[in-house]
């Protein structure tokens, strides 16, 4: 099991900036990739950003060049700094954590938070 404590979100004003952060904790040894979704009202939920072990990154389209994952090995903390924010951006973000034990992978959750962007 993995636990995920999400921090950051919030209202922004367009063009602005947001962190979000989330802290592993639990079977954090079996982790093998963190990243972040989003959900706006009336949408699926859409990868936004993740980062393997190995440091490989991967994007949305959406967000390249705006937004920036990384990730701090040693506290199990995954952060996404968000740049230049619109309205397109606006929705829960949802920290995501992808375990794997041999041929068994497993997907944990935090709960969520809002970031809210203003015209």
Known sequence: ???LVE??????????????SC???GSVSR???MGWSRQAPGKQREL?????????TNYADSVK?????SRDYAKNTV????????????????CNVRTRVLLKSMN???QGTQVTVSS
């Not at 950003?49 to 440091?55: E, I, K, S």
């Open 1 to 3: 099991q993995v636990q």
């Open 7 to 20: 921090s950051g979100g919030g209202l922004v004003q367009a063009g602005g900036s947001l962190s979000l």
């Open 23 to 25: 802290a592993a904790s």
């Open 31 to 33: 982790i093998e990739s």
């Open 48 to 56: 936004v950003a993740q980062v393997t072990n190995d440091g490989d």
């Open 65 to 69: 060049g705006r937004f920036a994952i």
């Open 79 to 94: 952060y996404l700094q968000m740049n230049s924010l619109n309205s397109e951006d606006a929705g829960v973000y949802y």
């Open 108 to 110: 944990y959750w935090g």
